[in-house]
């Protein structure tokens, strides 16, 4: 089936026939991940690059569909900040297709060896990276993630069934006939980026469900809601993350003026990001001098704090905290604060409250960085440094499709290599098994 | 809980206190893991080693745990190859000493650096390998596999929770003996092994649940029923295989006496394990000189031969193979015969019939091999060698756990190095993100 006819396909689903329709997306996904994994990295790059042009010349078209995405959506209620995240205007969708030139120009990780050794034997082994296969990216009403979900499932040589949501239907299938015309300009077929033809919310229970066995792993891409939900739902492979409540530990031995920068900007920065610090953990040692600052830098830019008994008796204007509050991702300018007695007892904390995403120590006490870096078994542990770091982006790998707190097969930032599985390619001289 | 409360506790456990027991032995686990993680590698290398020696010591007692094993097996109607697999002589007994110092010698993963890099903003970001956690092993009535999964999870820097089969449960016990003595010995505790306190089946019920979310990872050894029945009740994260069924490919330009040697030995070398090839594929070019010759050798040698129709015209004394055929892991001396025209149609054979676990193209033409090896998506891709070098040992890793083929984390031989994840540390000099 190709893509004009699932779209016709589409127009009227009752369950029966929306059923036939995506186990055929899931059937034309399959084909669609043999041609990727078998294409060259130049093909690849040549997709990622001409869906950007083809962005570019669909745009009046896009912010039409965008325009009618966001009427609807304030008609249903949507405000703030979420209908924000919906609004595309000429500069974003341009900022949408120069992402996507980013992800043109990181290097290719298919085929590539990642180790090669050769046995006694003279068997010659290499570890080669390749494709998963199909990738399902279920996600929210965000426009942008439709162009980055594709752009990264390409370079990795993986097809992508996308779901967004249903707020922003009609913007992601006029970004998505863009996506399938750049790789058709590329001879890649269309179908190895699929976009679900309807806003049904039964779609994507047809998605956790696996659709025939077709999908590979499913990556969610949303809240803690919708991570929970398809985690608890799916009958496939899911990566994902459930919540970042990340904490900066001011040791001891902490600069002062590092201290003070690294937790305004880990708290305040950008307060909805899943690296923003949620708990801030101070030394007992340090706090009478450095909490006051750190208090009043935040208060000053309109930060709530929530404090211990000793933090309050420190800083007496911060409300109580509750044992609630140690494990709530706020997403908003609010913080707790705990005195902490020593570098262990910050750890402790830090392993029965946080959620493994990201952690950081402030400190000069080199051998304070290298016990803080031992002990928590997060997925980023930085020294010195900002947790509003956490991001694929930040670490150089062009772009992320997310960040998993998973402990199984890819950890923190989810960049295109991460998004490759690998296979043993053994070549012998005619060798058999004594 | 200690270890000898915990088997205090087992010597007569009701539903009620099994459940008890299984969630302090999955608390203890938890502890244990946090002890092998920031164990340093000697202490662990010294853990292992201090096994072997304590089973050399108790080879008495647990030889004689073996032969309470034997007789009540026996008594239960168990015979044959499965026999075989539960019994322990003295020389098997040294055999799993010395498997064991293997596992000591074997680079220890934890800690490594798999890559840095530097950003432009001086961010210094390592990727370092990190143990996953507490990982459950399930298994059959093999003594070794106690040693050998104990082993390969301590050289990983993780817990172990052992379930072995239940007609090995005394030998099981013995050998865990001599385990937590040797972790002891090392001054690791000895609750990072854990074995089930009985041979009830309820306790894997308890495992698949997670035991509190203590478990990070479930490996199933064993055999197809086992692996499929961990995969769909489990609530943690699996790494198992469902079957090999693997495929050695005559191609046109395959040397006649490699064919010969690669496809009996694929086949008959071991009949039991799943490396062996389950389907010959000839390439119809070379059909009529070469099958007659291999079907000769492989019928000399007591192999059964199923062809398709072309396959029974060039060697009319073959069977004829059904559909189910293709698609059936034998693990016997029976081999399925299907002449192919050229290598996309063995590929597309492959594909559509195999498990993803091992093939082999048998061929001295180097384009043939390499394209081959591009299509075929197999955790293991063999050119001119046999698909019984599916091993871990043979890969070098000194030992395996299993041979996964899932897509996702490890794919192929599962040793030390795949029982690890990784985590990023990042160290800065106070940077903050614009």
Redo the contacts between chains.
């Keep these: 089936m190709d893509d004009a006819a699932l779209k016709s396909a589409a127009a009227d689903l009752d369950g029966a026939s929306l059923d036939a329709a995506m186990r055929a997306l899931g059937r034309a996904a399959r084909d669609g991940a043999e041609a990727l994994?078998?294409a060259t990295p130049q093909t690849r790059t040549r997709a990622i690059a001409a869906m950007a042009t083809r962005i570019r010349v669909r745009a009046e078209e896009i912010l039409a569909a965008n325009a009618t995405d966001l009427r609807r959506a304030e008609a249903n209620g949507v405000s703030g900040p979420m209908l924000d995240r919906l609004a595309l205007n000429p500069e974003r969708l341009e900022g949408i297709a120069k992402s996507l030139e980013v992800v043109a120009a990181i290097p290719d990780p298919v085929?590539a060896e990642i180790a090669r050794?050769t046995?006694p034997n003279g068997?010659d082994?290499a570890r080669v990276r390749?494709p998963?296969?199909v990738i399902a990216v279920i996600y929210e009403s965000r426009p942008n993630v439709t162009a980055d979900a594709a752009a990264l499932c390409v370079r990795s040589g993986n097809a992508a069934i996308l779901r967004g949501g249903s707020e922003s239907f009609h913007s992601a299938q006029a970004l998505h006939a863009a996506i399938a015309e750049g790789l058709a300009d590329a001879g890649l077929p269309a179908s190895s980026v699929q976009m679900t033809p309807t806003a049904d919310r039964a779609a994507v229970g047809m998605i956790l469900a696996g659709l025939d066995r077709t999908i590979?792993?499913i990556i969610p891409r949303g809240g803690k809601s919708l991570v929970a939900r398809v985690q608890a739902e799916a009958r496939v492979?899911v990566?994902g993350h459930l919540e970042g409540l990340c904490h900066t530990y001011v040791h001891t031995g902490a600069?002062e003026?590092?201290a003070r920068?690294?937790v305004?900007?880990?708290k305040l920065?950008r307060v909805s990001v899943c690296g923003a610090t949620e708990t801030l953990l101070i030394d007992s040692a340090v706090a009478p001098r450095l909490l006051p600052l750190i208090a009043a830098d935040l208060v000053e830019k309109g930060c709530e704090l929530r404090g211990d008994l000793r933090a309050r008796s420190l800083v007496p204007a911060m409300k109580p905290a509750s044992d609630e509050d140690w494990t709530t991702e706020y997403l908003a300018p609010i913080l707790a604060v705990k005195v902490v007695d020593g570098l262990d007892a910050a750890v402790e904390h830090i392993e029965t409250h946080g959620s493994g995403h990201t952690d950081a120590i402030v400190t000069e006490d080199q051998a304070a960085?290298d016990a803080f870096?031992?002990?928590v078994?997060?997925?980023?542990?930085?020294?010195?440094?900002?947790t509003?770091?956490a991001d694929g982006g930040?670490?150089?790998f062009g772009a992320e499709i997310g960040i998993a707190t998973?402990?199984?097969?890819a950890?923190?930032p989810v960049g295109a290599e991460q998004l490759t599985?690998?296979?043993?390619?053994?070549?012998?001289?005619?060798?058999?098994?004594p």
Excluded: C, M, P
């Design positions: 994994r078998l085929g050794w046995r068997l082994i390749t998963i296969g590979d792993l492979a990566l600069d003026g590092k920068a690294i305004l900007n880990a920065r960085a870096v031992a002990k078994d997060s997925s980023i542990v930085l020294v010195n440094a900002s509003q770091f930040e670490f150089g998973d402990k199984l097969h950890r923190g599985t690998f296979k043993y390619v053994v070549r012998g001289t005619g060798q058999t098994r």
